[in-house]
């Protein structure tokens, strides 16, 4: 099956435009700390939040572990880990968007705030 170059060049306009136009759709999009805490903090800190005693992680549904941190503090955990324990640097695998949509979700699940 042959095409002419100005079908060609038709179909190739098109898909550009589609792409082109699309960016802005996700761009402007945050990202979901659900989804960012199932996949990077569930193993060690529990799908739920509570974490594991085992191990010695926080529970943040425990308005206590809540009120014992800011935002700043907490984004800057995530970004550059806890000394002393097993919680790791995430600066190189998240962004400062992803960083701050993970402090909202945990922020979530503070049991005070669920009635």
């Given at each position: 099956?042959?095409?002419?170059a100005?079908t ?21 999009q ?6 960012l ?8 800190h ?7 005693s085992?191990?010695?992680?926080p529970d ?16 800057d ?6 000394k ?32």
């Open positions: 099956m042959r095409f002419k100005s060609l060049l038709r179909l190739s306009a098109i898909g550009f435009s589609f792409v082109i136009f699309s960016l802005p759709l996700h761009a402007g945050a990202p979901d700390g659900a989804d805490f199932k996949k990077k903090c569930s193993m060690c529990a799908p739920d939040g509570k974490g594991y085992a191990i010695k992680t943040f549904t425990d308005p206590k572990v809540q009120a014992s941190m800011t935002d700043q503090e907490m984004a955990v995530i970004k550059n880990g806890k002393g324990t097993a919680m790791p640097a995430f600066a190189d695998k998240l962004t400062d968007d992803e960083i701050n949509s993970l402090v909202t979700y945990i922020r979530s699940l503070d049991s005070s705030k669920k009635k």
